[in-house]
Structure formats: C-alpha cells, structure tokens
C-alpha cells in the first residue's frame, strides 16, 4: 500500500507542475522548433528608448537584428493582452494603422503583409514567424500604438 500510495502522490505533484499558475503558455502552430529567438513583450517592463528607427518600447529588444531564416517569436511577460503587429516596412506611421484584424493571428513571415501574433493573453506566446526576406520590419500593439509599444525587427 505504501508503495502505491507515494507513487500516487508523485504523479500529482509532477502533473499539477504543468498546470501553474501564470507560466508561459506552450506555444502553438506548426514548425516550432524550439530554436526561435523570443521577443519578450511587456508595456510595464520595456521603457521608451530613442533608436535609429525613432521611438521603441514595450518589446525586448526593441530593435532585433537577425539573419534571414531565422525564427522569431513573441512572449506577453504581462498579465493582460497585446499583440505583436505587421505595421508595415517604411517606418512607423502616425496614429494607430492596426485594424481589428491585428487582433487575430495571421501570417507565418515578417513579409507577409499584415503580420500579426494576434490578441496574445497574459503569459502566452505567439506562433513563430521565419524571416526568409531580408528588410526592416516594424510592428506594434494594437492596444498600445503609437504609443508606447513599438518594435523593429531587421532581417540581413
């Protein structure tokens, strides 16, 4: 009976460990290979910073350099929605561009206009994106644009 009984009480513990409150939740979509580079995405923790490409925050880093091929991906480290969103290749344009379709996951490359990880719940991550075209990227949240949450991705 004691046998059964610790191994019970092991299968508990290890299955409710998945099942905790407030941890990142497992990323969907398909090509997840874990090798991705996380965009940490968060309106409390990332503060505005001049760059090149003006005005970036919300988003760690805000401005991303990588090679083309490369997988991208976005994790909310808030308790409350964003998106991370396609608004465009020519800079960041004024007033908020997103429509009501940002809030929906779209696109599996930065070049595939309008992008968007979609309305990402607290602690989530979004679906990957690849990078096989070479430019500058630049998106935002649909909740929080212009301001304060813009980033910029460069693919070489």
């Not at 941890?23 to 940490?40: K, L, Q, W």
């Not at 490369?70 to 998106?83: E, K, L, M, P, R």
């Amino acid at each position: 009976m004691k046998r059964i009984s610790w191994a019970a009480v092991l299968l508990l513990t290890f299955g409710s460990a998945a099942c905790t409150p407030g941890a990142i939740s497992a990323p969907t979509g398909a090509g997840i290979s874990g090798t991705a580079v996380i965009i940490h995405v968060s309106l409390l923790k990332y503060a505005k910073k001049s760059s090149q490409f003006g005005e970036v925050a919300g988003y760690s880093p805000n401005v991303l350099t990588v090679q083309h091929g490369a997988t991208v991906q976005f994790i909310n480290d808030d308790n409350f929605s964003h998106t991370a969103s396609s608004v465009g290749s020519n800079g960041f344009p004024p007033g908020n561009p997103l429509p009501n379709s940002a809030l929906t996951q779209s696109g599996k490359d930065l070049a595939d206009p309008n992008w968007s990880s979609g309305s990402l719940q607290g602690s989530s991550a979004s679906q990957t994106f690849t990078t096989n075209t070479p430019g500058t990227y630049y998106f935002g949240c649909f909740y929080h644009y212009p301001t304060p949450m813009r980033g910029v991705i460069v693919v070489q």
